[in-house]
T-cell receptor
Framework: DGGITQSPKYLFRKEGQNVTLSCEQN?????MYWYRQDPGQGLRLIYY???????QKGDIAEGYSVSREKKESFPLTVTSAQKNPTAFYLC???????????????FGQGTRLTVV | GDSVTQMEGPVTLSEEAFLTINCTYT??????LFWYVQYPGEGLQLLLK?????DKGSNKGFEATYRKETTSFHLEKGSVQVSDSAVYFC??????????FGAGTTVTVRA
């Protein structure tokens, strides 16, 4: 089945540690996104990538880093510089070709990160 | 820039009540409009979409009509069930650019 897989579902991090959240898609989508969701809040864009080896900062990129070495993968690293990393993280992807302009994004099931 | 304004919640209803969640947008050109639903602890799922003016998206008893003259895409359901309890997000996308989301509306349906 095609889709987006995020792992792990739950992640615990000690203060001062970096952690990496995995996001893999087999939908052959060019564009991928990372969002952060806090309790009772909407979605805030962290980073997005429209093509391999290229990515742009979203609205809240400070304390996060990403890479896009493969089309299928867009891992997010939460660094120790992120002051309040406890949140629900969502990865998404969407096509960019001319035949799929204006189409929806597809989401993974999310990773809940807790700092202990 | 493009933006979406969504009715704030939370909304609490009884089963079989009528649900409406208002959504208005600001964008140049002709974006596509979406409603996503998020159940507790899960990611977002596409509920319905409309890609041009006057289109009506529908799914699982939910409907929304793309109104360009009022820049709106209000979500409606005639008779809600407990299983419709979730967070609903309105969103837009123009071309190959990123999605813009509303703040989300939490809906609770009581038996």
């Amino acid at each position: 089945d095609g889709g987006i897989t995020q792992s792990p579902k739950y992640l615990f991090r000690k203060e001062g540690q970096n952690v990496t959240l995995s996001c893999e898609q087999n939908l052959n989508h060019d564009a991928m996104y990372w969002y952060r969701q806090d309790p009772g809040q909407g979605l805030r864009l962290i980073y997005y990538s429209q093509i391999v080896n290229d990515f742009q900062k979203g609205d809240i990129a400070e304390g996060y880093s990403v890479s896009r070495e493969k089309k299928e993968s867009f891992p997010l690293t939460v660094t120790s510089a992120q002051k309040n990393p406890t949140a629900f993280y969502l990865c998404a992807s969407s096509p960019r070709d001319r035949a799929h302009m204006n189409t929806e994004a597809f989401f993974g099931q999310g990773t809940r990160l807790t700092v202990v | 820039g493009d933006s979406v304004t969504q009715m704030e919640g939370p909304v609490t209803l009884s089963e079989e009540a009528f649900l409406t969640i208002n959504c208005t947008y600001t964008a140049t050109g002709y974006p596509s409009l979406f409603w996503y639903v998020q159940y507790p602890g899960e990611g977002l799922q596409l509920l319905l979409k409309a890609t041009k003016a006057d289109d009506k998206g529908s799914n699982k008893g939910f409907e929304a009509t793309y109104r360009k003259e009022t820049t709106s895409f209000h979500l409606e359901k005639g008779s809600v069930q407990v299983s419709d309890s979730a967070v609903y997000f309105c969103a837009l996308r123009k071309g190959d650019y990123k999605l813009s989301f509303g703040a989300g509306t939490t809906v609770t349906v009581r038996a």
